[in-house]
Nanobody, 113 residues
């Protein structure tokens, strides 16, 4: 199983970015995104169950939208109204139906003027 993340970059406050994470292998029960800022613990940003709605951390509710395309085995994170506090390395994650967890490589998101 491989998770390939893309879409990070540098954006000004108030801007938008879209992260993508393409997974190999079977369809996963859950897919999502974590992030880790310098000096902080990794935190869950958003997750989505196969066929279900997304769940979000309070800090990103109303600004971020998670979605998935099971045909492409890909999860997306649309990030709008980005704030400097959103600066972090973002990691995609997937949980299989058998309980195994998988991580993708991180992608840097920097929000700065």
């Amino acid at each position: 199983v491989q998770l390939q993340a893309s879409g990070g970059g540098l954006v000004q406050p108030g801007g938008s970015l879209r992260l993508s994470c393409a997974a190999s292998g079977s369809i996963f029960r859950y897919m999502g995104w974590y992030r880790q800022a310098p000096g902080k613990q990794r935190e869950l940003v958003a997750s989505i169950r196969s066929g279900g709605a997304g769940n979000y951390a309070d800090a990103v509710k109303g600004r971020f939208t998670i979605s998935r395309d099971n045909a492409k085995n890909t999860v997306y994170l649309q990030m709008n109204s980005l704030e400097p506090e959103d600066t972090a390395v973002y990691y995609c994650w997937a949980a299989a139906y058998n309980g195994d967890y998988y991580w993708g490589q991180g992608t840097q998101v920097t929000v700065s003027s």
